[in-house]
């Protein structure tokens, strides 16, 4: 009970960032009607009334990407960035995509000038001191400091293979898949799976195979209504 609770409170945080991010950078209007998109929304529901740590994800990662938009125009922020950043990767591994972008942005904006920036060193030492005791348990346990278990899966053959004592020891991983498989081998599984990926797309594509999807959101759309309501 309490869990879920915690649950409510991270999914009342996000939607007051979303809400305040987008009405710094855009207006009032467009805050009101993201709010309001954003609290109907079926994942939405789905994080604030179940034990799930989404929400805080999701305020995290705004946070961060608002004081890195606003970084490039006031440097200092960006060390607020990176924290943010870093509690991002803390709650999950999606947040490590954070610092991706801004480095990619910072390089595509600044150019060579941003290895001359202490905005752009800031960013990253704060991003590694806020994520240090993920960084370190990872290399201490698993000798790979951005080691993820989702990740590890893409490594395995079959699900069962998580239960091994290999896998649990985080002994798997790109380098022990390509020393394990022929490069045959590998590329048969390549074009099996781009295969499948294709004809899902495909299917999730076409507006027929989107009718089971539509009915279902409008089925819950007075779930979401009294769900905004209470937030």
């Known amino acids: ?17 979303v809400v305040f991010v987008v009405w710094r950078l855009f207006g009032a209007v467009p805050a009101a009607l993201t709010g309001l998109l954003y609290g109907l929304n ?16 999701v ?6 990407i608002y004081l890195t938009i606003r970084g490039f125009q006031k440097e200092i922020l960006l060390w607020g960035a990176g924290a943010f950043a870093g509690l991002a990767y803390m709650t999950q591994f999606n947040g490590l995509f954070l610092p ?12 060579r000038q941003a290895l001359r920036k202490r905005a752009f060193y800031g960013y990253i030492v704060a991003f590694v001191i806020v994520s240090s005791p993920l960084l370190a348990r990872n290399t201490i346990r698993y000798g790979n400091p951005f080691s993820n278990y989702n990740v590890s ?16 020891e985080g002994r798997t991983g790109p380098l022990v898949y390509l020393r394990d498989k022929g490069a045959l081998e590998i590329a048969v599984r ?5 295969e499948s990926f294709l004809h899902t797309a495909a299917s999730l594509a076409s507006p027929f195979g989107s009718v089971r999807y539509w009915r279902e959101s409008v089925r819950r759309f007075p779930v979401g209504i009294w769900a905004c309501l209470l937030y």
């Open 1 to 17: 009970m309490k869990a879920r609770l915690l649950s409510s409170v991270f999914g009342a945080v996000s939607l007051a960032a």
């Open 42 to 57: 079926e994942h939405f529901i789905a994080w604030s009334t179940s034990i799930a740590c989404e929400g805080l994800l």
């Open 59 to 64: 305020s995290m990662t705004v946070l961060s």
């Open 100 to 111: 991706i972008a801004f480095l990619a942005a910072a390089l595509l904006i600044w150019g």
């Open 153 to 168: 899966l893409l490594w395995l053959d079959r699900r069962t293979e998580s239960d091994t004592m290999r896998f649990t």
């Open 190 to 194: 390549t074009a099996e799976g781009s």
